[in-house]
């Protein structure tokens, strides 16, 4: 599914310091049932949102007006678990183009990039600079530069650069994906198959 | 330069390398289900795409069906939904499917290698992260997101960096009442959830060469909750015995070809790895875990650790105590359970029924507690009736229910309520996971057999 080019992100960010966040949290179960790719972004981290008669917890961070924006910043191993690619869709469908996480899930981390939302893995005292910006100040923007691979927090000036595979960038930075690219190298893929024994 | 079996299965499967990018891997064996595929599906119908090569992608509703009166309609219209959507997709595309009511429908990752359809060599995936079950036959499968599910259908191939590689033995032998879920549950507790992550592992040593096919699919089941993309074994005789005659193995000479060829994806001597570990069998017991992730197991007679003497931060550990309903130092033994839960990918196996039987026979279920025993297809159903361990169970007080992901993580109505406690043979005890506000303690099946007949959690070992 295409999805928007990602360039630069200049936005506020939503802290949610907390070590090994699974995809079920991300996203429950019991609401991965649909057959369409809509509505993930109400149930994003449903049952610490919400209560079981779906009034809002007010001490969960989505729930306090004081921090928004596009770029979510997560504990260490953020999307550990399931390999539901709806834990990804959920994050994008709320709004966040971008997750920084001290470590990432394999498979989450594969599934953000496949759908367009930037995983931005920076070192942990990076990650505590961000988390004290944020609290000190919570309308402290963060710049994602994808051409350049930085994170800047603009408060601070305090700078990191990441990695992402030149590929994957490319696909980023022109709303690619990887179907684009295998159907056409279609031919190449069924002279290989030909050859397989079983 | 030496070769890893790894290396073997992966080298002979990358169609093209991608400078500074992913290889392009081929796909031998693809399993689809109700909850992951249909987005995908979709996907294929927006761009105009068929699907390659549909002889090699399999499909069987498990997630979200119920394990009780699978011949009347489902109940819940969504579940109902996405299990029409997976027959009419499979359907249109040509695809083999084994829904509800069908005499070979179960657990993806237990009916694929119960049919042969799981070989060695074989690179396997599906949009579930316990698909890491496959490489106890030698092969590397892992689970992928829909939009990968969707090149697979379309293309056959998927877009992955070479992983890195670990090797982990464990030699020795296992004491009484150890089972291959306690070796598991053991390492992950060593590695912690993220210890194995951006790894694909390798499970070498005494330990595993004597362990059966249903135990070796057991511990590379859990490979994902170290982090790890995957975890293999090296093919040997007693891969070779099991696949023998399964529906879709090869035939006559084709048998004997492919075992020739599979008898060399072994990891050679002097084969090298980015990371490698040993641990000793004999310092295994039983293990049960405490927390909200995996990681947080201990040997069922040890105390829930102190906050200062585990790796990461206090303010998590201690908000997963508290979801728990447990202090630090806490001993496990003797905690009240609500619930018992038999089944799933990791242990829905009929050794695990017969493990479960061992312990149940001529005791009776405790009158609090609620049990789910579910096989994890019908052909384990029908061999618990073979072997007459429905008629100790039955006497114990139990009840065999249909095959199903089911209260492994609760789609359909086997739910634990809010603040119960579980004691499950599955494979996650995140928050929520088997029902909003439950309490999963992951064990082994004579764990949890221990746990049913006492009503408290309880050394197996005092049982045997």
Known sequence: MAYDKF?????????????????????????????????????????????????????????????????????KNFGSGSSREHAAWAVYDYGFRCVVSSFFADIFKNNCLNIGVLPVQVSPEFSEQIFDAIYKDANTEIEVNLPEQTITIKSTGAQESFHINSYKKDNMLNGFDDIDYLQNIKGDIETFANGLML | MSKSLFDKVWDSHVV????????????????????????????????????????????????NTPTINQHLPVEDPLSANQLKALEDNSNEYGISHWGLGHKKNGIVHVVGPENGITFPGATIVCGDSHT?????????AFGIGTSEVEM??????????????????????????VTPKDVALYIISKLTTSGATGYFVEYA???????????????????????????????????????????????????????????????????????????????????ITYGTNPGMGIGISNNIPNADAVEGGVATYKKSLDYMGYEENDSMLGKKIDYVFLGSCTNGRIEDFRAF???????????????WLVPGSHEVEDKIKE??????????????????????????????????????????NFEGRQGPGSRTLLASPLVAAAAAVTGVVTDPRDLL
């Open chain 2, 205 to 287: 040593g005494d330990v595993f060469e004597n362990m059966t096919m249903e135990g070796r699919m057991t511990v590379c089941n859990l490979s994902i909750e170290m982090g790890a993309r995957g975890g293999m074994i090296a093919p040997d005789d007693t891969t070779f015995e099991y696949l023998k005659d399964k529906p879709l193995s090869p035939k006559g000479d084709d048998w004997d070809k492919a075992v020739a060829h599979w008898k060399t994806l072994k990891t050679e001597e002097g084969a090298t790895f980015d990371k490698e570990l040993t641990f000793l069998a004999s310092d295994i017991e039983p293990m």
């Open chain 2, 357 to 371: 039987a061992s312990i149940v026979k001529g005791k009776q279920k405790a009158d609090h507690v609620t049990a």
């Open chain 2, 387 to 428: 072997e007459g361990i429905l008629d100790i169970i039955t006497e114990a007080g139990f009840v065999l229910r249909q095959p199903g992901c089911s209260a492994c993580l609760a789609m359909n109505d086997d739910k634990v309520p809010a603040g119960k406690y579980a004691v499950s043979t599955s494979n996650r």
């Open chain 2, 16 to 63: 093209r390398k991608i400078e500074d990018g992913p290889d392009v891997f081929f796909i031998d064996r693809h399993f689809i289900h109700e909850v992951t595929s249909p987005v995908a599906f979709l996907g294929l119908k927006s761009r105009g795409l068929s699907v390659l090569y549909p002889e090699r992608t399999f499909a069987t509703a498990d997630h």
């Open chain 1, 7 to 75: 360039n630069i992100l200049t936005s506020t960010a939503v802290p949610l310091p907390l070590e090994n966040v699974d995809t079920d949290q991300i996203i429950p179960a019991r609401f991965l049932k649909a057959t369409e790719r809509k509505g993930f972004g109400d149930n994003l981290f449903r049952d610490w949102r919400y209560h079981g008669d779906n009034t809002p917890k007010e001490n969960f961070v989505l729930n306090n007006p004081t921090y928004s924006g596009k770029i979510l910043v997560g504990g």
């Open chain 2, 152 to 177: 697979v259908l379309s293309t056959q191939c998927i877009m992955q960096p070479k992983p890195k590689k670990m090797r982990i033995n464990v030699n020795g032998q296992l004491g009484k009442g």
């Open chain 2, 132 to 140: 890491s079950t496959h490489g106890a036959f030698g092969a590397i």
